[in-house]
């Protein structure tokens, strides 16, 4: 098969889709991967080591679409990108596709076979592609979370961690999933106070047996979120449906009502975000105050730390390429019910439920399109 990697152009985004390491791996069970020049110069992967790994580099992204039957991203394709998607090709990436009308719209336009790394799951129901990003995002929360509570950034000017004799920050997270319980490492190493609100007992109990006292857990309802969010320096929100638009459970009340110079990081922005004021931001400009509540909303935030998490991601992925490249599409998704999950558009369908939902689309049933 032809593997085509493009360099990404959303805004500040260095990951890329294959590592070098990982272009060996397809070129020696016999298949060709082009890759964009310099697609993966900005975290260290020179064209020079793709075209050792068995590459050919192109001169543009263009070139990469034209040559290639699978695509193999990071973030969902720009507009530029998706007006070179034909009915032969393959897309495997993140597609967020709930909260993005235009782009599900120009997907079932294309025709092309759209697989999301976000809804692939594994024999225990997980989600294995979302993991390390969620790992990586739930991590860089607190972090970027710590530094927009420092006073010249608009933050209440708070050290989360506190010093002796002065109490530390109160950090709440939203969700006890893979982003909070990365999160909530990443506080409690740091000295906050932390409360986690999660509706399943079995992740509060978890977390409770991990961190003791340490951990304050609450069963999530209206009034326990509402108090805990009203109280907070820091609120990390990292709730997850997967497929679907991220619930709003942070209302705008909740927000008008936490301490001036607050912060809030929504981790959940991907997919539309989990309060009524978020909106999706970039690196470039990465927060913006409601009601002297700051927020930060980035929608690619692996992406400041591109190389440890483009190794990352290569680590999870790869094993799915290879299936698709060495067997075709439609008979990877026939053999492995977890990639199946995967697809979410196909020959002008939408095969996922909650994108069709959302987007207004006809579901149609992938057992039904690839005749298993």
Avoid: W
């Amino acid at each position: 098969m032809k593997i085509g990697v493009p360099k990404e152009i959303k805004n500040h985004e260095y990951r890329v889709g294959m590592t070098p390491a990982a272009v060996q791996e397809l070129c020696n069970h016999g298949h060709q991967v082009f890759v964009e020049t310099s697609a993966g110069s900005a975290i260290g992967f020179a064209d020079d080591h793709y075209t050792a790994a068995g590459a050919t580099i192109v001169s543009d992204g263009e070139s990469v679409f034209e040559a290639a039957e699978m695509i193999v991203k990071v973030k969902e394709p720009q507009a530029s990108e998706r007006s070179l998607l034909k009915p032969g090709h393959t897309l495997f990436t993140y597609l967020h596709l709930a909260p993005d009308q235009a782009q599900t719209d120009d997907l079932v336009a294309s025709g092309a076979t759209c697989i999301a790394y976000e809804t692939v799951t594994d024999q225990h129901s997980r989600l294995p592609l979302l993991a390390p990003m969620s790992e990586v995002a739930g991590r860089m929360s607190i972090q970027a979370g710590a530094h927009c509570l420092e006073k010249y950034l608009g933050g209440r000017g708070v050290l989360l961690g506190g010093v002796p004799g002065v109490s530390p920050a109160k950090v709440t997270i939203v969700g006890g999933g893979v982003v909070g319980q990365n999160a909530l490492a990443m506080a409690i190493g740091l000295g906050a106070q932390v409360t986690v609100l999660d509706r399943n007992m079995d992740v509060l109990r978890h977390l409770d047996h991990l961190y003791g006292n340490r951990v304050s857990t609450l069963f999530s309802t209206s009034a326990t979120l509402e108090e805990a969010v009203c109280e907070s320096d820091l609120v990390i929100g990292g709730v997850l449906i997967p497929g679907a638009s991220a619930p709003k459970l942070i209302s705008r009340e909740m927000i008008r009502r936490m301490p001036e110079g607050s912060v809030i990081v929504d981790v959940a922005i991907d997919q539309g975000g989990c309060a009524e004021t978020s909106k999706a931001t970039t690196h470039d400009a990465p927060t913006y105050v409601v009601d002297g509540v700051v927020h930060y909303c980035v929608a690619n935030m692996p992406g400041a730390v591109a190389r440890t998490s483009t190794m990352a991601l290569n680590n999870v992925t790869l094993p799915f390429i290879l299936a698709l490249a060495d067997k075709g599409a439609v008979q990877a998704l026939k053999d492995d019910p977890h990639l199946l999950a995967g697809l979410n558009v196909m020959g002008g369908k939408v095969t996922y439920k909650e994108v069709a939902q959302a987007t207004g689309h006809e579901y149609s049933d992938p057992h039904t399109l690839i005749g298993t």
